[in-house]
């Protein structure tokens, strides 16, 4: 049995490649985040927390979230803004990367942010060993992946 995925920007088959974790669409301005905390457990580092803070309720942007969360230099190359040119451009995605990191369950915002609050979830790469075959259309921005029932 095989698994078939398909992609339309080479960015968002890297992230599938490499594990990449990507959280809901955040909204222009996210509300409700005030006093949340947010949890990613870095491989070598441990937990690293970051506890929102909107005071005023003014809501959140997408770079202020991500902002806030990059304050720990521990969570720099893991945590990033995407947004892979063909959902709204308004409305990016959080993505955490990093083969070993995790997203822990315990983080108060996760269900806002749009990730599980019920289990731990893992940054695991694709084996190379479970690739099957890779395509790239050259007349236009398609690529497709083909994995063995081993991969994602």
Do not use: C, H, W
Not at 29 to 51: A, H, M, P, Q, S
Not at 102 to 121: E, Y
Not at 141 to 148: D, F, G, H, Q
């Amino acid at each position: 049995m095989y698994t078939v995925k398909s992609f339309n920007d080479p960015v968002a088959l890297q992230d599938y490649l490499n594990g990449v974790v990507l959280g809901a669409p955040l909204q222009p301005r996210t509300f409700g985040l005030d006093g949340l905390t947010f949890v990613i457990n870095v491989t070598g580092v441990g937990d690293v927390t970051t506890t929102f803070a909107d005071i005023a309720n003014e809501g959140l942007s997408p770079k202020a979230i991500l902002d806030a969360v990059l304050e720990s230099a521990s969570l720099e190359g893991v945590v990033a803004l995407r947004n892979y040119g063909y959902s709204n451009p308004k409305n990016p995605q959080l993505a955490i990367s990093g083969d070993g990191n995790s997203i822990s369950k315990d983080g108060t915002a996760n269900v806002i942010l749009g990730f599980s609050s019920t289990d731990d979830t893992d940054v695991s790469e694709i084996a190379t060993g479970n690739i099957v075959s890779m395509l790239i259309n050259p007349l236009g921005p398609l690529y497709v992946v083909v994995l063995n029932n081993s991969g994602k």
